[in-house]
């Protein structure tokens, strides 16, 4: 099956959005903490101000940001082959996403003022379980049918 070729919308757009989902948190994560400042002042985080409205706001970005990577991932991974089962796709998608996470700390080592937290990779793999378990549940109670470019919304138990 030819990657770019997908027979349903969601599946032309889905990796795209995971290039940009994976650039834009390198990117910000290379950013140096004088650019952030403005940010997190904006934001909420602590930053040139030294106070933050919302407590923990980066462990959050984190979740949510490789969450949705997880997400991103197993969506292509589930459409580009149908040899392999779901918690397969699932613990590759969960394994990624937290080797994007440890990546990520890696490469923010080297920027000035930045400091690596194992804290933010376990919120990077705790997003990634939730997003995925959630993701698993809904497919269970939809019965959705993503092959072929057709989805058809059939509850389960009805």
């Given at each position: 099956?030819?990657?770019?070729?997908?027979?349903?919308?969601?599946?032309?757009?889905?990796?795209?959005?995971?290039?940009?989902?994976?650039?834009?948190?390198?990117?910000?994560?290379?950013?140096?903490?004088?650019?952030?400042?403005?940010?997190?002042?904006?934001?909420?985080?602590?930053?040139?101000?030294?106070?933050?409205?919302?407590?923990?706001l980066d462990k959050i970005a984190h979740f949510?940001?490789?969450?949705?990577?997880?997400?991103?991932?197993?969506?292509?991974?589930?459409?580009?082959?149908?040899?392999?089962?779901?918690?397969?796709?699932?613990?590759?998608?969960?394994?990624?996403?937290?080797?994007?996470?440890?990546?990520?700390?890696?490469?923010?080592?080297?920027?000035?003022?930045?400091?690596?937290?194992?804290?933010?990779?376990?919120?990077?793999?705790?997003?990634?379980?939730?997003?995925?378990?959630?993701?698993?549940?809904?497919?269970?109670?939809?019965?959705?049918?993503?092959?072929?470019?057709?989805?058809?919304?059939?509850?389960?138990?009805?």
């Open positions: 099956m030819n990657f770019w070729c997908f027979t349903s919308n969601i599946y032309r757009v889905t990796p795209l959005l995971l290039i940009a989902a994976v650039g834009a948190a390198f990117y910000e994560s290379t950013m140096p903490p004088t650019i952030n400042d403005k940010v997190n002042a904006v934001f909420g985080r602590e930053g040139a101000l030294g106070y933050s409205v919302i407590p923990h949510f940001t490789f969450g949705l990577i997880a997400l991103l991932i197993s969506i292509v991974l589930s459409h580009l082959t149908s040899s392999i089962g779901r918690l397969t796709i699932a613990i590759t998608s969960l394994g990624l996403a937290t080797l994007l996470g440890l990546a990520n700390e890696y490469i923010q080592s080297f920027s000035p003022g930045r400091a690596t937290e194992l804290n933010d990779v376990l919120a990077d793999m705790a997003g990634a379980i939730v997003f995925l378990t959630v993701w698993a549940i809904v497919r269970m109670r939809v019965g959705a049918d993503w092959k072929g470019g057709s989805v058809k919304m059939q509850m389960v138990g009805k």
